[in-house]
T-cell receptor, first 110, second 114 residues
Framework: GEDVEQSLFLSVREGDSSVINCTYT??????LYWYKQEPGAGLQLLTY?????DMKQDQRLTVLLNKKDKHLSLRIADTQTGDSAIYFC??????????FGKGTRLHILP | DAGVTQSPTHLIKTRGQQVTLRCSPK?????VSWYQQALGQGPQFIFQ???????QRGNFPDRFSGHQFPNYSSELNVNALLLGDSALYLC?????????????FGQGTRLTVV
């Protein structure tokens, strides 16, 4: 089946690291994604990882993939107030439909 | 390049009515996918159009139909609107044969059914 699960809320103090976790079920997924959605806005692709990779780092973002456990995580270093948003974990095969989780709302504490 | 543009941005309709939403893909993109995002949920795939034909379809009833024009723009039509059709409708464009890593999403159309 196709399912992506993630926790709904996360509160983090400004300057700390945020870690958002996700599990998925489709073992044939070729791409795993993290999207960001700010209030009233569309979806912004933050980063992605190909299924044969374990880790990808892009500035403050680190993506870890455990393919055996079908677990994906996004770490945001030095979390800022501008990082406050909903983060969606997603997966797809090539240009096939994207399957999204319900989103994790990241709240930044001062 | 304006990216992916959707119109209208907001729309209010009455139960039982029909609605048409529009999407212009990013320049150079030939494939359009539509997603429905209900409040508090992640986007759900409705269908994808390429070469003016429906290429893939998600788990949505036949009340949801679409069209793609020769210039690659697309329309989403919903007939016999239900209150549960209230959602943000997102359009994404990409190049057929590429990957969703190159897909761009529009800002969406917020549909409210009353």
């Amino acid at each position: 089946g196709e399912d992506v699960e993630q926790s709904l809320f996360l509160s983090v103090r400004e300057g700390d690291s945020s870690v958002i976790n996700c599990t998925y079920t489709d073992s044939s997924s070729t791409y795993l994604y993290w999207y960001k959605q700010e209030p009233g806005a569309g979806l912004q692709l933050l980063t992605y990882i190909f299924s044969n990779m374990d880790m990808k780092q892009d500035q403050r973002l680190t993506v870890l993939l455990n393919k055996k456990d079908k677990h994906l995580s996004l770490r945001i270093a030095d979390t800022q107030t501008g990082d406050s948003a909903i983060y969606f974990c997603a997966e797809s095969r090539g240009d096939d439909k994207i399957i999204f989780g319900k989103g994790t709302r990241l709240h930044i504490l001062p | 390049d304006a990216g992916v543009t959707q119109s209208p941005t907001h729309l209010i309709k009455t139960r039982g009515q029909q609605v048409t939403l529009r999407c212009s893909p990013k320049s150079g993109h030939d494939t359009v996918s539509w997603y429905q995002q209900a409040l508090g949920q992640g986007p759900q795939f409705i269908f994808q159009y390429y070469e003016e034909e429906e290429r893939q379809r998600g788990n949505f009833p036949d009340r949801f139909s679409g069209h793609q024009f020769p210039n690659y723009s697309s329309e989403l039509n919903v007939n016999a609107l239900l209150l549960g059709d209230s959602a943000l409708y997102l359009c994404a464009s990409l190049v057929q044969g590429g990957s969703n890593t190159e897909a761009f999403f529009g800002q969406g159309t917020r549909l409210t059914v009353v």
